[in-house]
């Protein structure tokens, strides 16, 4: 029986359910739905979990409760409990210097300046681990400003615009996901790495 482990990046409470930084949460949340599955808070994993299997695959998703900055802490209490190797997990996380709706998926590769992937880096001691990232687009300047706001752009609330692309890539990468045991792993990069939301 094969293993799959997708850990989204997020912040826990409503307060931030619907922002551009949970984004690694909502679409494990949809991909959860489809398959009826609920998650269900574990104090030892500090993460949410669902279980449901996908043909002969164990698809086991994680939205962790330790705030986006220390990612890590429940990564670490993944990897540790279930005794698993780097190359059998998928950290699923938003990109504010990737276009919105843009994708990449990576084996391994740099925090890009992302702290709940920074945290991630620092717990496992390693950089070797995949990563789906979701462009959520640069923010907007602030008036008289040449600074960007950041913090208030990614702690922002999608917008009904936004959410129509987001939908069509939560989709796109939840199709892909489904096929991570049945379909050649170069194959899956390319199609996500190329994947233009205009076109879908």
Request: glycine share 8%; charged share 25%.
């Amino acid at each position: 029986m094969n293993e799959i482990y997708l850990i989204g990046l997020g912040n826990p409470g409503k307060k931030y359910s619907k922002s551009r930084h949970n984004i690694g949460f909502l679409l494990l949340e949809n991909l959860s739905k489809k398959y009826n599955s609920n998650f269900l808070l574990k104090d030892k994993l500090k993460s949410s979990c669902s279980e449901f299997q996908i043909n002969d695959s164990t698809f086991r998703l994680f939205l962790p409760n330790t705030f986006m900055n220390n990612s890590g802490d429940a990564v670490r209490a993944i990897v540790d409990w279930y005794k698993i190797n780097l190359d059998q997990i998928f950290i699923i996380v938003d990109d504010k210097d990737l276009p919105l709706g843009k994708i990449r998926f990576r084996r391994k590769g740099s925090s890009g300046g992302h702290n709940g992937l920074k945290s991630i880096i620092e717990q496992l001691q390693s950089q070797n681990f995949k990563r789906i990232r979701i462009g959520i687009g640069s923010p907007p300047h602030i008036k008289g400003n040449n600074n960007f706001n950041t913090i208030s752009h990614v702690l922002g609330n999608i917008s009904l615009e936004e959410k129509t692309i987001l939908d069509k890539v939560y989709n796109r990468v939840i199709q892909s996901l489904e096929q991570l045991n049945t379909k050649k792993e170069d194959l899956i990069i390319n199609e996500l790495n190329s994947f233009d939301k205009e076109q879908s």
